[in-house]
């Protein structure tokens, strides 16, 4: 039996580590292991966009700091 994903926290958790890689790769990874609420997969590769296009900025500015 599959676990469900039934909101955005649950398939951040399930991708945990996983982010730097393509948003697509990461949805095919959760369509094969888990049963997902097909209606956050927007709302998901948003949010992952948003994450990783956040992360040179902070490596900027934790460089910056340094």
């Known amino acids: 039996m599959r676990k469900s994903l039934t ?3 649950e398939f951040l ?3 945990d580590g996983y982010e730097h890689l393509d948003s697509q790769v990461l949805i095919a990874f ?3 292991h888990y049963t997902l609420d097909l209606d956050l997969i927007p709302e998901f590769v948003a949010k992952l966009t948003q994450l990783t ?3 040179p900025v902070l490596a900027e500015h934790q460089s910056i700091a340094a």
Do not use: M
Request: aromatic fraction near 0%.
């Open 13 to 15: 958790a399930a991708i």
């Open 53 to 55: 296009s956040a992360t």
């Open 30 to 32: 959760l369509l094969e």
């Open 7 to 9: 909101s955005l926290d």
